[in-house]
């Protein structure tokens, strides 16, 4: 049971304030990492949110691009609108039947027929027929896809984003060839159906219904929005983006769970700070308890606890033997000033005699009382003899002088025993007794001498 006290002593008595700040540290950066965690998750859930709409919008415009490319290849191959278009240039037909199928079904805003040399042979704008040239409506990218479209050969079609009078807009350019007589296709095949879809907003409310895409537009290039793709015209620049409000599910997982999150985490480092500072307190308290019951009140020296616990752990933490000499030490004619002058100059020939003793010792010496006028140095490293005894006389001749207090001149003397180590053992409460015996044989044959204990065959010589 003992042992058990020890030890849980040992374990308050641990609590040092740089091991609970490092506690303190270690909670804090848990705190800290659990934070990061939470906010690296819910930010990662956004972005990926986020890749999944890029995926979508961008698939919409491909989907659009790919439906376009293939209506505008089925009326390349209308044989009727070969023979009208090309062959016979017979713009009435295609003002009855060509353009109002093409713009009316499908919805298509603009079509055109082009000869090899990109001349205009046929047009229809918004229903009506178009007579003006081409080039006045589609600037911007429309060459480089009749380029794209001869580049790639004569019965490729190709797709891509162009603007009209600013207005962004999709468009399809497919070589007009008759399906049941290709022997034509070859005289003909520089023929070119092109046919444009503005992006409105109607069909980007409807597109963001079924994908989800919340607050679908196009908006300007210079636009800095979170969300959003950039529209490139078939020559290469970005001239729009298909924006969205992009939905950040993170933002709402960390809104909801961060509250009770950081109120469990403020209860945790609450509870880890009152367990340390309950810790930190019972280790002072601890700490101050045992210096207490370890230092004599009066004279302010360690006391014989102190000195106990000093000789064991001296004598258990060394491999080797410990080199060291034990002095006791005790006063002359003591009992008579304090019986004469009374306790109150007793007690300060007391606290003098103890700091003068103090003062003469080397530097990790120390000086114990252990109790009434008995005192006892521990001084390490020192085991030569001559070296001892000089030290001893030194005190004897200090402690010796005169003490002056509130006007009374008292004089007391003193007697050192010695044991030395490892001459005489090791053991720490042996060798103190050894060096009591010596003391008591000084007091009995001279007193105010330094006497130490040697033995030599078992007897006794100081």
Same mark, same amino acid.
Do not use: C
């Given at each position: ?35 990061? =965690? ?27 691009? $790919? ?5 505008? /290849? +089925? ?16 713009? $009435? ?50 060459? &480089? ?5 001869? !580049?790639?050969?004569?019965? #490729? ?30 005289? %003909? &095949? ?18 963001? &219904?079924?994908?989800?895409? +919340?607050?679908?537009?196009? =908006? ?17 620049? =970005? ?7 992009? !939905? ?32 930190? /307190?019972?280790? #002072? ?27 064991? *752990? ?9 080199? %060291? ?8 004619? %003591? ?16 606290? /003098? ?15 114990? $009382? ?6 006892? *140095? ?27 207090? +509130?006007?009374?001149? #008292?004089?007391?003397?003193? #007697? ?18 050894? *060096? ?15 006497? %130490? ?5 078992? !007897?006794?010589?100081?």
């Amino acid at each position: 049971m003992y042992q058990l006290r020890k030890r849980q002593r040992a374990i308050v008595r641990s609590f040092h304030p740089r091991f609970v700040w490092l506690i303190g540290i270690i909670v804090g950066l848990l705190i800290v990492m659990i934070l990061a =965690v939470t906010v690296f998750f819910s930010f990662r859930q956004t972005a990926d949110v986020h890749r999944h709409e890029v995926q979508l919008a961008q698939g919409f415009v491909d989907s659009q691009l $790919r439906e376009l490319r293939r209506i505008a /290849e +089925d009326y390349a191959q209308w044989d009727e609108a070969f023979v009208n278009l090309v062959e016979q240039s017979n713009h $009435r037909w295609a003002n009855r039947r060509f353009g109002p199928a093409v713009l009316g079904r499908y919805g298509f805003d603009m079509v055109f027929v082009l000869d090899g040399s990109g001349r205009m042979t046929y047009g229809m704008v918004g229903g009506s027929p178009y007579t003006g040239r081409i080039k006045d409506i589609l600037k911007n990218g429309l060459l &480089a896809l009749l380029r794209e479209r001869l !580049k790639s050969g004569t019965g #490729t079609s190709v797709v891509g984003t162009i603007l009209v009078n600013n207005q962004l807009a999709l468009a399809a350019v497919a070589p007009l060839r008759p399906f049941d007589r290709p022997d034509h296709s070859s005289i %003909f &095949a520089q023929h070119t159906l092109v046919l444009v879809e503005f992006m409105t907003q109607d069909q980007l409310d409807a597109t963001a &219904a079924v994908l989800g895409l +919340d607050e679908l537009q196009v =908006v300007d290039s210079g636009l800095a929005t979170e969300s959003a793709i950039p529209l490139v015209t078939a020559d290469g620049r =970005v001239v729009r983006q298909l924006a969205w409000e992009g !939905k950040k599910p993170g933002r709402a997982i960390l809104l909801s769970l961060l509250p009770p999150l950081l109120l469990l985490l403020t209860g945790i480092a609450g509870a880890t700070g009152f367990v340390l500072h309950q810790a930190m /307190e019972s280790s #002072t308290r601890l700490q101050a308890s045992e210096a207490r019951a370890s230092r004599d009140m009066l004279t302010g020296l360690p006391n014989r606890l102190a000195l106990t616990e000093r000789l064991q *752990a001296l004598t258990a933490s060394q491999r080797s033997m410990p080199e %060291f000499s034990i002095m006791y030490l005790d006063l002359d004619g %003591f009992k008579i000033v304090n019986d004469t002058y009374g306790h109150d100059v007793g007690d300060e020939v007391l606290r /003098e005699t103890a700091r003068r003793m103090r003062a003469l010792l080397p530097t990790g010496s120390n000086v114990y $009382r252990l109790g009434g006028d008995e005192f006892a *140095a521990l001084l390490l490293g020192q085991t030569d003899v001559a070296a001892v005894r000089a030290l001893g006389e030194r005190m004897i001749r200090r402690v010796s002088s005169p003490i002056e207090f +509130d006007g009374i001149v #008292t004089r007391v003397g003193i #007697t050192i025993g010695v044991a030395l180590s490892p001459t005489e053992g090791v053991m720490g409460v042996d060798l103190l007794r050894k *060096a009591d015996q010596a003391l008591y044989f000084g007091k009995r044959t001279q007193k105010g001498t330094v006497r %130490f204990y040697l033995h030599e065959d078992e !007897k006794l010589i100081a």
